[in-house]
């Protein structure tokens, strides 16, 4: 089984180094490539996603991922800048299907931006369209007529990107509690009302899974309000990004949420939600629970390994019942610390 691992920028390397241990740790006959991505890629080889890169993600059978992103490459053209290369490897390996699974673990309510019974309900499955939207589409800079700067994003679906992704919520509501919850903008957006459109076709063929419409600025409201009412959410690529990490804090912190980028064949790039934050890079503060709970998914989907994935989510509950914190969750624990916690309450 071979994992591609690309730790990225800002803490990427740190966490993905813990989440690495955590591997290693479980006896299982994995070998590793690793690869530059992102601000670290540009700087070595003047691209953020290197044609090497591209290959050693495609002859993986799954990818670990760090972060992108870095400050010094903020003034770069755009087709050079690191977050290039998350959206170029989304895009070369077809991964349409993100799913961000958002559950408090009751340890942490109190880490919660909620109140603890509101923060305490939370226990649902985020599923983000990854490969369109304005994402993806037509983009520029212009001048209009009378000479001002106007940028500009087309936002746009097909009607085959949406039932592709509609199957992927349907088929997760089926796994779970049969709730799901379509989030669009189809009172102001034509890409909505097509969105919309089709996911009501698309639930012909899920008879027994209870689907519902909200607007996007409602859904906002909704998971600070009641976030218990979401068993699973469909979602497009803008909405879904910005709902996920809405969604991480009201489950404590966003060094929590990991996230698996799934192609039609359940192979699969994962990485924490969280980004490269440069203002604590390097320096042992970052919580690599959610990379670390990236590598239980990769072993669920990606490697058919169901019972080493149960065992890393155990443990990482049972090291936050132990009181492991780092400061994201009010704690002081380093990187590494939050690491041998974990690998201590491996079974
Ligand atoms: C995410 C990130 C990315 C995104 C960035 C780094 C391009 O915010 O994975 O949520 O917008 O998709
Ligand atoms: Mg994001």
């Known amino acids: 089984m071979r994992v591609a691992l690309l730790p990225g920028d800002g803490i990427g390397p740190e966490v993905i180094a813990e989440a690495r241990r955590v591997l290693d740790a479980l006896g299982l006959d994995l070998t590793y490539e690793e690869a530059l991505v992102?601000?670290?890629?540009?700087?070595?080889?003047g691209h953020p996603l290197p044609s090497d890169t591209l290959e050693v993600a495609k002859r993986a059978d799954a990818i670990l991922f760090g972060a992108v992103g870095d400050p010094d490459c903020d003034a770069l053209e755009r087709h050079l800048r690191p977050e290039q290369a998350i959206l170029g490897l989304r895009k070369e390996l077809t991964l349409f299907a993100n799913l961000r699974p958002a559950k408090l673990f009751p340890e942490l309510a109190d880490a919660s931006a909620l109140r603890p019974e509101v923060a305490g309900q939370i226990d649902m499955v985020i599923v983000r369209e990854l490969n369109g939207d304005v994402y993806f589409g037509e983009k520029g800079m212009r001048k209009t007529t009378d000479g001002k700067r106007e940028g500009y994003d087309v936002m746009s679906y097909d009607e085959d990107e949406v039932r592709r992704i509609a199957r992927?919520?349907?088929?997760?509501?089926r796994a779970r509690k049969g709730r799901l919850c379509s989030v669009d903008k189809a009172n102001v957006l034509e890409t909505s009302q097509l969105w919309r459109d089709v996911v009501i076709e698309t639930?012909?063929?899920?008879?027994?899974?209870?689907?519902?419409?909200?607007?996007?600025?409602?859904?906002?409201?909704?998971?600070?309000?009641n976030p218990g009412q979401f068993d699973v959410i469909v979602t497009g690529n803008l909405f879904g990004d910005i709902l996920s990490d809405q969604a991480s804090m009201c489950a404590g912190s966003?060094?929590?949420?990991?996230?698996?980028?799934?192609?039609?064949n359940q192979k699969g790039l994962y990485e924490p939600i969280h980004g490269s934050a440069p203002d604590i890079a390097g320096q042992g503060k970052a919580n690599p629970l959610a990379t670390i709970l990236s590598a239980a998914m990769l072993l669920r989907y990606s490697l058919a390994q169901p019972q080493a994935a149960d065992r890393i989510e155990a443990a990482v509950a049972r090291a936050l019942a132990a009181g492991a914190r780092s400061p994201d969750l009010g704690g002081t624990m380093s990187t590494n610390q939050m690491g041998d916690a974990v690998l201590a309450a491996l079974t």
Do not use: C, W
């Open 168 to 173: 992927v919520g349907f088929e997760t509501a």
């Open 203 to 225: 639930a012909a063929e899920y008879p027994e899974i209870a689907l519902s419409h909200m607007y996007v600025d409602n859904a906002a409201m909704q998971l600070v309000r």
């Open 254 to 264: 966003i060094g929590m949420l990991p996230s698996a980028s799934l192609d039609a």
């Open 38 to 45: 992102g601000g670290a890629a540009y700087k070595a080889t």
